[in-house]
């Protein structure tokens, strides 16, 4: 580490520059390449089926700006937001209970392995029946379908402590407070942040389900509504919306976690 950090202060500026300007290039490579591709397609094959990304531009920078329309967006984003902060709470005190009693674990186990065997699609069609509010069936739903994520995760950053380690801390007689904010929360944040990760990317597309057979609003809602006029270009900017935003949070929880374990070593060598 010490030699990476005697490297790492070698640099001069105009490396330091070329070096960003890397990995920029190399984080923006993929999309350019698949936007060229669609735009390629799109000068061989009918505009329902690939429109030019100009039209997906101005149908985007529409729904930007229309109050109306950025209103669906917004209703999705908290309904992924609230879903997956309602699952993190529920799941994280199962695992806790999990981690602190070996009965707990054999009998809530079993269940959220059944339960994270259930399709996205059938809690859809239980919530429906369940169920006569359409935010209280969403909130549902997404619940049901990332809490065993959530749950097992948490459970194995809890696990995955150093007995070594708690022991120690034990010999001091914290209190409760100080052995979760010295010990627990910088053993578990990683793990938890990567499970964030994760169930964002599911929770984006299982709302999406949610509100195309039980909203009158948001992007799914929207998608729907594109499907029926059989409109690609309004199809693929309701999409782009929700990837803006599964993008900006993902980037978000990156740059949480670098800050945040600044600290940690980076080994030179790839896996």
């Not at 790492?8 to 105009?14: E, R």
């Not at 100080?178 to 938890?192: G, N, Q, S, W, Y």
């Not at 499970?195 to 929770?203: I, R, S, T, Y």
């Not at 729907?224 to 929880?253: H, I, K, P, S």
Request: with cysteine; aromatic share 12%; net charge positive.
């Amino acid at each position: 580490m010490s030699e990476q950090v005697l490297n790492s202060d070698a640099l001069t500026p105009a490396s330091r520059i070329l070096s960003a300007a890397k990995r920029l290039g190399m984080s923006v490579l993929p999309f350019v390449v698949v936007i060229a591709l669609w735009q390629f397609a799109s000068l061989f094959f009918p505009r329902f089926l690939f429109p030019s990304l100009v039209d997906v531009f101005w149908r985007c920078l529409e729904i930007l700006s229309s109050g109306v329309l950025f209103a669906d967006v917004l209703a999705t984003v908290l309904r992924i937001l609230v879903g997956l902060a309602g699952a993190f709470v529920v799941g994280g005190a199962l695992a806790l209970l999990m981690a602190r009693s070996q009965a707990m674990d054999k009998f809530l186990s079993p269940i959220l392995t059944l339960f994270q065997g259930i399709p996205a699609l059938s809690w859809v069609v239980f919530a429906i029946i369940w169920f006569h509010g359409v935010e209280f069936r969403i909130f549902f739903i997404m619940v049901m379908t990332t809490l065993p994520a959530f749950a097992f995760q948490v459970l194995g950053a809890l696990r995955g402590m150093s007995k070594d380690l708690v022991e120690m801390v034990f010999s001091f007689r914290p209190t409760r407070m100080k052995l979760f904010r010295v010990m627990i929360a910088p053993a578990i944040l990683p793990d938890i942040l990567t499970a964030w990760k994760v169930n964002l990317g599911n929770a984006s597309r299982v709302v999406v389900v949610a509100e195309l057979v039980g909203a009158t609003g948001g992007v799914g809602y929207q998608l729907l509504q594109q499907q029926q006029l059989f409109d690609m270009a309004g199809a693929l900017a309701w999409t782009l919306q929700l990837v803006f935003f599964v993008l900006l949070v993902q980037a978000t929880l990156t740059l949480i976690e670098t800050v945040a374990f600044r600290y940690r070593a980076v080994s030179e060598r790839a896996i």
